[in-house]
């Protein structure tokens, strides 16, 4: 915050210590600020590699669906890939339905 005039002292030596003191003040705000800068590229550059790497995964995560599911799978809404319920099997249960029970 800056103090309003009347709010500073009259002594001359009183002001050019306050003066020494802020410019000390500013030149280490500055350091930290330039040191901030460094770690802001450090993390851009983290985060380009990150986001390629991402890509790169995506695009395997694609070859693998076409190899187990074929080029149609892509066109399927993701809503509509679910099983509906009487399709799915039951613990217990073969692909028709009945309850598998020992011989």
Sequence with gaps: MTPTASALPDDVDTLKAMLVVAAGEKAGLQVEAAALKVEIA???IINE???TRIAGLHGIIKQLERARFGRSSEKLDPAKRHVPAGLCLRRG???TGRHRGRA
């Design 42 to 44: 450090r993390l851009v």
């Design 49 to 51: 590699r990150a986001e």
């Design 93 to 95: 249960s073969d692909r």
